[in-house]
Each structure stands twice: as C-alpha cells, then as structure tokens.
C-alpha cells in the first residue's frame, strides 16, 4: 500500500523491484552489450543464452556445479554459450556481485570458444565487488 500522492489524491507508485530472473537476465544483457562495444568479433557466430541450471548427467561425480558451457558446433552452426541462472545466482553475495560475476563467466566462456584472450573481450576487466562500494 501507499499513501496518496498529498497534491494529486492519488496514490503513488513504488517502482517494482525486477525479481531474480528478470534481474539475471538484465544482467546477462548488459553483459552482452558492454561485451558487444568492446569486441564485438567476440559474438560473431556466437549464440548466448541462459538456463536455470546445467542439465548434468545422473552419473555426474564431480564436486561442483558447472557455472556456464561453451559448446562449439561441429556442422557450421553457431557455437553456443549458455550461462546458468541458479550456480551463479548462489556463489554471489549481492546484486552487485551477481552482475560482476555474470559477466566474468561469460568472458571467459567467450574466450574458450573464439580463442581470443580475456582481455581482448574485456579490456577494462570486470570491477571487483570492492570497486562498488
């Protein structure tokens, strides 16, 4: 609820908090787009995308949860990059942190498929948590 607008009678608005996918996928976007300025030969050929988690194999063994996967394409198809949502979403302590850490993931998937070093892709790196406070 919130209290009338005191000149309009109205009541005001409270801006909506975009929820946790809506909040990943802004922040994949914008990944892609500062990614897109600064090397865009980068996403050449490239399809980007995300799922809630990796679709793991039930005898899967290891320790740890995949984050992201490049797949290249074997039959002249665009390679594809898919960032998973929930692996990041739980190594991030803030928003901030999540934004940072999406898009480090996908420079590095980005540089296994291309071959191109990191930071061709980003060259002004990802800042670190601590640059935001």
């Known amino acids: 609820m919130a209290l009338p607008n005191r000149w309009t009678g109205r009541p005001v608005r409270v801006p909506r908090r975009p929820d ?13 787009a500062t990614i ?4 865009p030969r980068a996403l050449e050929g490239i399809s980007v995308s995300m799922a809630d988690v990796p679709d793991l194999p039930a005898a899967w063994r290891h320790h740890s949860v995949p984050l ?9 198809r665009a390679a594809e990059v898919v960032v998973y949502r929930r692996p990041l979403q739980l190594r991030a302590a803030s928003r901030d942190g999540l934004r ?13 498929v291309t071959g191109l070093p990191t930071e061709e892709i980003d060259p002004e790196g990802s800042p670190t948590p601590d640059d935001n406070d």
């Not at 996928?25 to 914008?30: C, K, V």
């Not at 897109?36 to 090397?39: G, L």
């Not at 992201?68 to 002249?76: K, M, Y």
């Open 100 to 112: 940072i850490l999406v898009r480090r993931t996908l420079v590095e998937q980005l540089s296994v």
């Open 36 to 39: 897109a300025k600064s090397c």
């Open 20 to 32: 946790d996918r809506e909040f990943f996928a802004q922040a994949l976007a914008e990944a892609i």
């Open 68 to 76: 992201a996967a490049a797949v290249e394409s074997p039959d002249g």
